[in-house]
């Protein structure tokens, strides 16, 4: 019998999602937390995108749905409109992968821009959080200091050194980092509505050059956080995504000496989640500050 994953399954889950009829399935390799991400062919016409989760991370799929539909509620940077879920299953509109382009780019940066100015009601979000597989603490908060450093680093951080990707040497030195990330983050910022997760690979660029957002770990944050994070991992015409962010929603000044603040965060992510190089990077980024 088919398991779980298997695309004739899945397109009798969809459907049944959907009250509507599959006509095909389309495995299209894994996604974050080792979900199955597949196309989906409807009887109407109409692709879909599904993704179907098998581990044991309680709600994964229903923050991501949250997420979704509380960016797309911003009307800036297009995101996939949620189609149907339930506790193993998310189904979303698909996007035809396609190639940047310049004017792509700048119409993105306007786009973001717009979507971090619709701000959120604090730092932190209704719902519980995940970034990739690790569970992410969405406790809302109106101090950004110590929502960054409670909520997105030091978590990390120490998750990272049981992973022996950090020893307690360098860790101390991360830490003296969060005790003056008061002094070190630049002026005051409202609470902005963050994707969360804003590598490359989580802006999908469709046929017309345009880009959208998917995947999200969706908070309200600081819109810094979201900027270092392309940077880290960059985007392509990244540059032009800035210059047209900055014309919509003028960046404060110094924001680029903060950038590896902000990186603190998705690096100590990644060396939790994978080792290697990234608490290497992280080490190196807390440097910057002391």
């Not at 390799?29 to 991400?37: D, H, Y």
Request: hydrophobic share 45%.
């Amino acid at each position: 019998m088919p398991g779980p994953g298997h695309p004739v399954m899945i397109g009798d889950r969809v459907a049944a999602v959907l009250g509507a009829k599959v006509a095909g399935v389309t495995a299209l390799g894994t996604g974050a937390g080792g979900s199955g991400v597949y196309r989906v062919s409807l009887l109407s016409g109409e692709t879909v995108f599904a993704k179907s989760y098998q581990g044991e991370a309680p709600g994964f799929l229903a923050a991501e749905a949250a997420g979704l539909r509380w960016l797309r509620e911003a009307d800036g940077a297009p995101v996939p409109e949620v189609l149907g879920e339930c506790e193993d299953l998310l189904v979303t509109g698909f996007i035809t992968p396609g190639r940047p382009t310049p004017a792509g780019a700048e119409a993105f940066g306007r786009e973001l821009a717009t979507m971090h100015a619709r701000g959120a009601q604090s730092f932190g979000a209704a719902w519980p959080g995940y970034i990739g597989a690790l569970s992410m603490d969405n406790t809302e908060s109106d101090d950004w200091a110590a929502f960054y450093t409670e909520r997105r680093v030091l978590p990390y951080l120490r998750a990272a050194v049981r992973r022996g990707a950090l020893d307690l040497d360098q860790a101390s030195l991360v830490e003296r980092v969060c005790g003056r990330i008061e002094e070190l983050a630049g002026p005051p910022e409202l609470p902005a509505r963050l994707h969360g997760d804003l590598w490359a690979g989580n802006v999908q660029w469709d046929v017309r050059g345009r880009a959208w957002l998917i995947d999200p770990a969706a908070h309200g944050g600081h819109r810094e956080t979201d900027l270092a994070m392309m940077a880290l991992f960059e985007t392509p015409l990244l540059e032009t995504t800035l210059a047209a962010y900055d014309e919509v929603h003028p960046l404060e000044d110094g924001w680029r000496e903060r950038v590896a603040l902000h990186q603190l965060h998705p690096l100590l992510v990644h060396a939790a989640l994978f080792g290697g190089s990234y608490g290497e990077q992280a080490v190196a980024a807390a440097r910057q500050y002391l």
